[in-house]
């Protein structure tokens, strides 16, 4: 059974490009969140997809926008990139009709902007 | 919104002594509240976590406790063991299924000295 995998590893833009970070969710789970994690903090919740719509967002500007496919994968798009925008991302997937609470993690994307 | 904080930064203690890890929330509607582990370049994975209806959890070498009066919960690791050493990260949620955003503390890096 694979964990959550996401895709690419590690990522280097520049200024003002834009990226998209793919995550396939573990198998059985159908909600995917996304988090951007800085250097030395604690991740940062972006947003949240269930049922290939958005049901939550954090303090993250539109340029950040993502998608839900019908196999739940995700995708986080993100536009304009500053360098500000260089930090580890992660996508965590869970089973929003269980009652079980535990968010799965993947290992992350690293997005370097130069 | 939440606010999580977490102290101390960085915490270091002899092999076999205990450390406690502590954390604050704002919003007195969180009621699930996970600790997560964080190695060096991997993912955060769940260690242990409890709802608002539990005042404890135990697991092995693990606790958590809960003051929902007070709005705090602590991290307690007994006979601390050199794989202890990492990042470890509370969070906070408000949702019945837990699966909502997750908003981390900062961190503590906990060193375990052979």
């Known amino acids: 059974d694979a964990g959550v995998t996401q895709s690419p590893t590690h990522l280097i833009k520049t200024r003002g490009q834009q990226v998209t970070l793919r995550c396939s969710p573990k198998?059985?789970?159908?909600?995917v969140s996304w988090y951007q994690q800085a250097l030395g903090q604690g991740p940062q919740f972006i947003f949240q997809?269930?049922?290939?719509?958005?049901?939550q967002r954090g303090n993250f500007p539109d340029r950040f926008s993502g998608h839900q496919f019908p196999n739940y994968s995700s995708e986080l798009n993100v536009n304009a990139l500053l360098l500000g925008d260089s930090a580890l991302y992660l996508c965590?997937?869970?089973?929003?009709?269980?009652?079980?609470?535990?968010?799965?993690f993947g290992p992350g994307t690293r997005l370097t902007v130069l | 919104g939440e606010n999580v904080e977490q102290h101390p930064s960085t915490l270091s203690v002899q092999e076999g002594d205990s450390a406690v890890i502590k954390c604050t929330y704002s919003?007195?509607?969180?009621?699930?509240f996970p600790w997560y582990k964080q190695e060096l370049g991997k993912r955060p994975q769940l260690i242990i976590d409890?709802?608002?209806?539990?005042g404890e959890k135990k697991d092995q070498r693990i606790a958590v406790t809960l003051n929902k009066t007070a709005k705090h919960f602590s991290l307690h690791i007994t006979e601390t063991q050199p794989e202890d050493s990492a990042v470890y990260f509370c969070?906070?949620?408000?949702?019945?299924?837990?699966?909502?955003?997750?908003?981390f503390g900062t961190g503590t890096r906990l060193t375990i000295i052979p």
């Open positions: 965590a997937s869970s089973l929003r009709t269980s009652g079980y609470n535990e968010q799965f």
């Open positions: 198998s059985g789970h159908d909600t």
């Open positions: 997809y269930y049922e290939e719509e958005e049901r």
């Open positions: 919003d007195s509607a969180s009621n699930y």
């Open positions: 409890i709802r608002s209806n539990v």
């Open positions: 969070a906070a949620s408000k949702s019945n299924f837990g699966n909502e955003k997750l908003t």
